[in-house]
Every structure is written in C-alpha cells, then in structure tokens.
C-alpha cells in the first residue's frame, strides 16, 4: 500500500466515511443487527459527524480509509476500512490525535473484544463501565482511560 496522510476532514468526506464507518461496524459489531444499524447510520451521518474535530486517513491514492473524531480529550470515534484494517492506520490515527488533541479517553463496546485489545495495547486502562450505551440500548460501555507514563 502507498504511504498516506493523516489530514483534517470537513463535511466533504461525510459520505466516504460513512461507507467506512458502515464496513468497519459490521465487521466488528457483531452484536448490532439492521434494525440498529440504520438508525445508527443516520444518527452518525446526521449528528455524530457535525460534533467531533475530524482526521481522516488518505492513502496514497487519496481515498479516505480510516478516520477519528475527536470531542475535547476524548476519542469519540475510530472506524478503519475492513480493506485495511490491521495494517496500522488506527493505530497511526490514535496517535496522531493522542498528540494533537490530547486525547486521554475513549468508550468502548463491551461487546467489541477486538477494540478492546487494541486500545490496551495502545495504553489504555479500563476505568469504569456503563451498562448501557449513549442511546440508552442495552450494549454496555466500557470507560478507557490513556495509562499515565
């Protein structure tokens, strides 16, 4: 794969990412079915977007293949590819924003083992857990928290 970029994103990219964030949950959300999936779709395209400070991650041809969205010193989102996924781009993005925006938290899926690790391996610590989701759905949240160093 061509070297990319991490660069600013703006409501241009809006429908690649949501093709992105599309592939990567029902490649990893296997708890979710369709009957979440298209509210949630909807929900991300309409208000989750609009809210958070945008990277997106260009390959070398340009096209957009991860992203994080970034609300104060939280990580509010990250959605790779399923094309790419594991071969660094979240990680490079997590990075990325851990240096720009500071970033020290992040809420994951309990149900999302996968997520979990990768965090974990990026240094951060469970802290707490909600047993529901931020719609008030029963999918437990785990609360994550970047270990001091």
Known sequence: ?????????????FDRLLV??????RATHDFLDEADIDPLRRLV?????????????RDGQ?????????????????????AVRGTGIGRQLVEQVIIERGIRHVDV????PQALGF????????????PLDGQ????P?????????
């Open 119 to 130: 965090y974990r391996h990026l240094g951060f610590e469970q802290v707490g857990r909600s």
């Open 1 to 13: 794969m061509s070297q990319g970029q991490i660069q600013q994103g703006s409501p241009a990219d």
């Open 20 to 25: 992105v964030w599309e592939e990567a949950v």
């Open 109 to 112: 899926n309990e149900q999302n």
């Open 136 to 139: 008030g759905r029963p999918f």
């Open 141 to 149: 949240l785990l609360h994550l928290r970047l270990a001091e160093t």
């Open 45 to 57: 395209r309409d208000h989750a977007l609009p809210a958070v400070d945008l990277r997106v991650y």
């Open 62 to 82: 340009g096209v957009i293949q991860g992203f994080a969205g970034t609300d104060g010193d939280r990580l509010e989102m990250l959605f790779v590819s399923n």
